[in-house]
Structure formats: C-alpha cells, structure tokens
C-alpha cells in the first residue's frame, strides 16, 4: 500500500477534488468494503460494537460532532470502536485496474493505492500549460475546467450531465426576447444564440448554433438515461435488501441451537431496568435446526434483590409448529462468556420439564412463561471480574433437544 493512508475528512477544496476524480476513476468498492460517511473505500478500517466498519478517521470525526453511529443511531464513543484488521487484509487483496488503461497502462494494484500510483504512473498524462489544456464545451456558459487530454474532456461530459444542465438554465434566465433574440451576456453571445420557446400561436424564426443544439440533444438524452439507471439501482437496492433479510433468517435458522447474544450497552441497560424493575430485555429468535423449536433469551434484574441477574428462555412459535413434537424437550445450557479467560466464564445446564408451561407449544408469538434462572449472577461480579467488554456482555445459549 501506499505509504500514509491520507484523511477521509476535513480535507481542503482541491485535495476533495483530486481524490473525487480518482474514486470516479476506477470502480466503486463493495458495500462491505466501502465506509457509509466517505462513500469511498475504508481507510484503516474499524470496526463499532454495532457491528458497522467505518474509515478511522471518518468515525472519529463523526464522534467529535455526534455521540451514535451513523448507521443505527446507537450510543457510541471511542471506546467501542477497535481496528478491523482481518477487512483491512482483504481490501489489501483487492486488485483494480489503473485509471490510466485508455492511455495504456495495464497495471493492476490495491484501490488504496491508486492514488500513489497516479503520481508516478507512467502513462498519466502530460502536465500541458494552462492555456494549452482543453477546455469544456460548455465554457460559454460558465463551466471553467479545463483537462489534459481528450479521454479526461469526454469523462467530465459524462460524468457532469447535470451540472452543464443546471448551467444552460441559468444562461438561459439570462435571455431577453424583443422580437428576436438579445443576449445579455457577451460571453454567452460568443458562443451562441439561445432561444425560449415561442408563444402560442405566434411564429418565431429562431437560428440555434449547430453544436449547441447537438450538445443540448446530447445531455438531454444522457439525462433521461441516467432517469432510467437510477430507477433500475432503486429496484436493485429493494431487492437486495429483501435478500439480507432473507440471509439474516437463514442464519438464525443454520444456528444449530448455538446462539450467540451480544448484549450491548450494557450499564446504561442496568441502570435503566433498576429504575423501572419491569424492564425486560429479548434477544432476536433463533432455531435448534432447521425447521426445529425457535427460542429466545430474555434477561432482566431479578424482582427479588435487583444486584442479580435474571436469565431466562423462551420458546416463540414458528409457522411449521404444527410438525414438531410438543411440548419442547431437550436440554439447555446457558454461559455467560467471559471475554479473555474461557475458564471464568459461568455455565449452567438444565433439562426441561415437559409438564411446565413454558414449554407447550405457544399460543401467542413467544410463550409468556420462560424457564432458566431468577438470579443467575450479581451485576457487580460480572463488572468486578471483566466479563463487561466494551460495554458489551456476551451470553452463549446450547439448545439440544432429546
């Protein structure tokens, strides 16, 4: 990689405007692979409690304004944020084509990279004098850029439809009709004469320079396309968002009964359940098999001395409930994991009782009646012995059934 991963934030104008043209000029990262504050991809990679990875310098920007991520809205600071090593390899394995292949250059390198590369990249073109660049067919009315060669010229063509529109509109504010023509900008005037369109039943002998009236026809048609591809991204963007669900469902599905439950925010959630003792917490449902009894975990402070915890589970109904043996049996066992010594970590094993409620086959979408323990573990054992890791605790339930 290039030496020095540059800021994603609080960058000057021109520096904006370099890195812009570069991330046009070569293909947009994954959505996994790209941070939602820069658009473009991570740079020294970081992944929050939430679950959600953001360029380094981006989140800790976005923390000195807000105090949640930008995603989800949850609670956030520094110290829920750690390095996301394993992504940052992965990007680093990722090959791209150089911008500069129209010129002929084939290499092929990391995105982060690309930029360095640009600097040395024998094939970039050469650094014309300003008044030997090209110059953009819209500079009549206000476009200013200028470009190295013609490949840079027909990219900022179609790449910048609507700001040349939004241009030619403003020109177009600038247009006196008295009977024909008069333009009132002598820049406009030199490149060609605009018209509006005429009134109802009046004839109007209106000459529109040739190029012009091709570049209008010209944008007017990229416009509608562009319509077009945007319309195509939404419907994309919608089904693809109906198959993460999908995918989300089949991981609680294939959890083969080992649920893992990471409980986050946890002290703010303490304080909040001792100030209201009938606050309870449920995590999402998961499954002992495919097609198996789906459960779920429900924590709160014990009713009797609110310094313990209360674990408890749930069975939830499914819609193939009419095809599993009730009421549920099996065995369960519940593990508060410790983060950094396994040897700490408490566990608790338990058979269920099929005369019990809480194991019938449920009426409602999850069965009222948990089973498990009123007082599992003091709240200050946990925090006094590290199980609370950036403010997360993590719960592990086992579900086999017999």
């Known amino acids: 990689m290039a030496s020095g991963d540059p800021s994603c934030t609080n960058k000057s104008d021109s520096s904006l405007a370099q890195e812009s043209s570069i991330n046009d000029a070569y293909s947009a990262p994954e959505a996994r692979f790209e941070c939602p504050i820069c658009l473009a991809w991570l740079r020294n990679p ?12 981006c989140i800790y920007s976005w923390l000195e304004r807000e105090s949640a991520c930008p995603v989800d809205n949850m609670k956030l600071n520094r110290e829920d944020i750690f390095p996301d090593n394993f992504t940052r390899r992965e990007i680093s394995q990722q090959r791209t084509k150089c911008p500069n292949i129209i010129r002929g250059c084939l290499v092929e390198l990391s995105p982060l990279d690309i930029e360095y590369h640009l600097t040395i990249c024998e ?6 004098p300003d008044n030997e660049k090209l110059r953009c067919l819209c500079v009549g ?5 200028k470009f190295e060669d013609e490949p840079e010229l027909q990219r900022h063509l179609e790449q910048h439809i609507q700001k040349h529109i939004s241009l030619l509109s403003q020109a177009y504010t600038k247009i006196t009709l008295n009977g024909n023509m008069a333009i009132s900008s002598s820049a406009i005037a030199q ?10 039943n009046e004839a109007h002998s209106i000459a529109i320079d040739d190029n012009l009236k091709e570049l209008l026809k010209v944008l007017y048609e990229k416009n509608v396309f562009l319509e077009q591809k945007t319309r195509e991204q939404d419907i994309i963007i919608a089904n693809m968002s109906q198959q993460i669900s999908s995918m989300t469902n089949l991981y609680q599905v294939y959890c083969n009964g080992c649920y893992l439950w990471y409980f986050i925010d946890f002290k703010n959630k303490i304080n909040d359940m001792r100030q209201n003792p009938r606050l ?3 995590s999402p449902g998961f499954y002992t098999s495919v097609n198996g009894y789906k459960l779920c975990i429900r924590l709160n402070l014990s ?11 749930h069975v939830m109904k499914t819609d193939h409930d009419q095809a ?23 566990k608790e094993t338990m058979m269920t009782h099929p005369e019990l409620d809480a194991f019938k086959r449920p009426e409602e979408d999850i069965n009222p009646t948990g089973f498990g323990f009123k007082e599992f573990v003091l709240v200050n054992e946990l925090i006094d012995n590290n199980f609370i890791s950036n403010n997360h605790l993590l719960i592990k339930v086992q579900a086999q059934t017999v």
């Open 46 to 57: 970081v992944l929050t409690s939430c679950g959600h990875r953001f360029c380094k310098n």
């Open 123 to 128: 094939f970039k073109p050469p650094e014309l």
């Open 141 to 145: 009315v206000g476009c200013e850029e």
């Open 191 to 200: 490149q060609a004469n605009f018209w509006d369109p005429p009134a109802k």
């Open 280 to 282: 309870m917490h449920y």
């Open 303 to 313: 009713p009797k001395n609110n310094n313990y915890l209360s674990i408890h589970i």
């Open 324 to 346: 599993l043996d009730w009421p549920f049996s099996g065995r369960l066992m519940i593990t508060v994991v410790h983060p950094e010594q396994s040897s700490k970590s408490i």
